[in-house]
Nanobody
């Protein structure tokens, strides 16, 4: 399974960005897919995740500002980030939990995309 993330960049505080992540490879089904982030000197943390049924979970720090969505037909997940703050600066990693064949499930990571919030 390969995860290709895109959409990162430099944005001013209060601005918006939209991240995308496409999952490809030998995928039977994706249970959950989402985003983690890692800021310099900090541990990687969950940002948002969405299940195959559409249930979502967000970090408290992004609730009300970020929205996760997915297109199951395209194996794609999106993260709409609004009202960005300098503390949102981090490398954002796409993550999914997927079945690659019947009864075999694994967790996979993308390469990361850098989001920098600065004036």
């Amino acid at each position: 399974v390969q995860l290709q993330a895109s959409g990162g960049g430099l944005v001013q505080p209060g601005g918006s960005l939209r991240l995308s992540c496409v999952a490809s490879g030998s995928i039977v089904s994706i249970n959950s897919i989402g985003w983690y982030r890692q800021a310099p000197g900090k541990q990687r943390e969950l940002v948002a995740v969405i299940t195959s049924g559409g249930s979502t979970n967000y970090a408290d720090s992004v609730k009300g500002r970020f929205t996760i969505s997915r297109d199951n037909a395209k194996n794609t997940v999106y993260l709409q980030m609004n009202s960005l703050k300098p503390e949102d600066t981090a490398v954002y990693y796409c993550n999914c939990n997927a079945y690659v064949r019947v009864g075999v499930r694994g967790t996979y990571w993308g390469q990361g995309t850098l989001v920098t919030v600065s004036s």
